[in-house]
Nanobody
Framework: QVSLVESGGGSVQAGGSLRLSCVTSEYIRDWMAWFRQFPGGEREGVAA????????????SVKGRFTISVITAGRRGPNTMYLQMDNLKPEDSAMYSC??????????????????WGQGTQVTVSS
């Protein structure tokens, strides 16, 4: 069983930046992703990355503002996935969660595609 722990959320004014982190309990060579959930809404895929080669995908609303990255401790240590969020907007306010291990053939930005989930970290952007 893989555990994921997020950190880095908080409150910021519009135009500001935050960096989210997600640390895994063990080595993962698979897709990982960031999702966000608005109050009363479904989870939306924000960005996904393959830990093996850092191939990445973004949802259109964050392209050019958010950057996803991942590092691995040593050859097969835990992974740390980041989401650098710049030029934040009030509409980016949400609970952000990380996910790992994608079902083969499923969409990289669909919440139903992933096996493991973190608890989430809140991001609030004020205007």
């Amino acid at each position: 069983q893989v555990s994921l722990v997020e950190s880095g959320g908080g409150s910021v004014q519009a135009g500001g930046s935050l960096r989210l982190s997600c640390v895994t309990s063990e080595y993962i060579r698979d897709w990982m992703a960031w999702f966000r959930q608005f109050p009363g809404g479904e989870r939306e895929g924000v960005a996904a990355i393959y830990t093996g080669d850092s191939d990445a995908e973004y949802t259109p609303s964050v392209k050019g503002r958010f950057t996803i990255s991942v590092i691995t401790a040593g050859r097969r240590g835990p992974n740390t996935m980041y989401l650098q969020m710049d030029n934040l907007k009030p509409e980016d306010s949400a609970m952000y969660s990380c996910a790992a291990v994608k079902t083969w053939g499923r969409s990289r930005l669909s919440q139903g595609s992933y096996t493991y989930w973190g608890q989430g970290t809140q991001v609030t952007v004020s205007s």
